[in-house]
Structure formats: C-alpha cells, structure tokens
C-alpha cells in the first residue's frame, strides 16, 4: 500500500481534485475541510504526509501546525495563496518541510511530495545520532533510547533534549531554549521550558535514576560532555 497522506483543505473541488490524483499515484489518502478536524486526525497520527492549506475555517493551517508540532514530526507541505510571503516564512518557521503556491501543476506538488516524504520531517535531518553516556538519540530517524531501552518522546521533548545535547557544556538560558525549541514568537506560559524539563526528567533521569540535565540555578539548564 502507498503512503498514507492527509489532505486539509476546505475547497472542495481542490480536496477533491487532490484525492483523485493522488489516489491514482497509489497513496491512500483521507481528507479533513476544517483546521480542528484535520489536527484531530493528525495527531491520531497513521498518515506520512500531510498536505495543509493556510486558509482553513476553524483553526487556520499554521495554527493547525504549530499544535501537531508540539506533538508530532510528520512531514507536512503546505498549500498556500500566492504570494503570501509571510504564511511560507511562518510554515517554515514552524517546521513546514515545504510549501507549494497554489496555482500549482499536480507533476510540480508530486515532486514536493516525493522530496517530503524522502527527508521526513525538518527537524530530523541530522545524519548522526548524537550520544552521551548510556544516552542516544537519532534526529534522523527521530528515535531515543537510554541503553537499551526506548524512550517515547514527544516532539517537543525531543527537540529540548536534542538541543541540550547539541550544546554540551554550554548552560542554556531559558530564552535560548525557548527560542530554538517554540521559536521567537512564541506567546504562550513562560515556564513552559520548566515544565518539559520536568518531563523529560521524568523519562530520562528519574526513569534510569541518573542524573543527565542539570540545573544551573537561575540561569538554565546544561548537559555535560561525559553524561555525568
Ligand atoms: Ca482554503
């Protein structure tokens, strides 16, 4: 069976259109025509890829995406108007792998489509897993284990984790995390890189009872070179 790809798109005659000829290109495709329901199914999760267009009712696509990227690295390509020069920087920001200008060739968004799926989501590229101690994780594949055992990240957690390691002995400031992981303008609870330390203490330190992420009392938090 094809890839499975989620098309969100109020237009009828576009979604339509869309899941005739993907169909035909032999992925298996379901549809949503509101930005709440299509970010229900998104997160049920089950899709490869998901093509999301930026004017929806209910919740708008980068709103749609901004809340599956808190929880998920699906590729997703992003359908929008011409020239909207800020909805392409906003998606690509927010961790769209790519967008595509409506009007567009369906050979042009088969292509993208092919290249999305190919590379997974953006903030999986990186070739080597990056490893502390007993700890590995591996952007490019998006998995995460302590010794043997795998450790269910979710996409945020992940990025956190990734980019503490990315930094090893550089203490990293709480507005430092908060912009690589939620981005600049990010407007939701500050404490919110306290809270997913807490989390991923919870799945890592306390779980193997190590002591991996340290606190650098009000500056930020560091992880150091040798894991202790
Ligand atoms: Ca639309």
Request: aromatic fraction near 6%.
């Amino acid at each position: 069976m094809g890839a499975q790809i989620l098309i969100i798109e109020d237009e009828a005659r576009m979604a339509r259109f869309l899941e005739l000829e993907l169909s035909h290109e032999g992925y298996t495709v379901s549809k949503a025509s509101d930005g709440r329901t299509g970010l229900d199914m998104a997160l049920a999760g089950g899709h490869d890829l998901i093509l999301l267009d930026v004017m929806l009712p209910g919740l708008n696509g980068l709103e749609v995406l901004r809340r599956l990227r808190n929880e998920k690295d699906v590729p997703v390509l992003m359908l929008t108007a011409r020239d909207a020069v800020m909805d392409k920087v906003s998606g690509l920001d927010m961790g769209a792998n790519d967008y595509i200008t409506k009007p567009f060739s369906i050979e042009e968004l088969l292509a993208r489509i092919r290249a999305a799926l190919r590379t997974g989501a953006p903030a999986a590229r990186r070739a080597v897993p990056l490893r502390c101690g007993e700890l590995v994780l591996d952007p490019a594949r998006h998995t995460a284990a302590y010794g043997d055992t795998p450790l269910q990240l979710t996409y945020k957690e992940f990025l956190l984790l990734q980019t503490l390691l990315e930094n090893r002995d550089i203490v990293q400031t709480r507005d430092m995390l908060l912009e690589t992981v939620w981005g600049y303008d990010y407007a939701g609870e500050t404490n919110v890189v306290d809270v997913y330390i807490r989390y991923l203490r919870q799945k890592l330190d306390d779980a193997f009872g190590v002591k991996i992420i340290h606190t650098v009392r009000g500056v930020g938090y560091v992880i150091k070179g040798d894991g202790t």
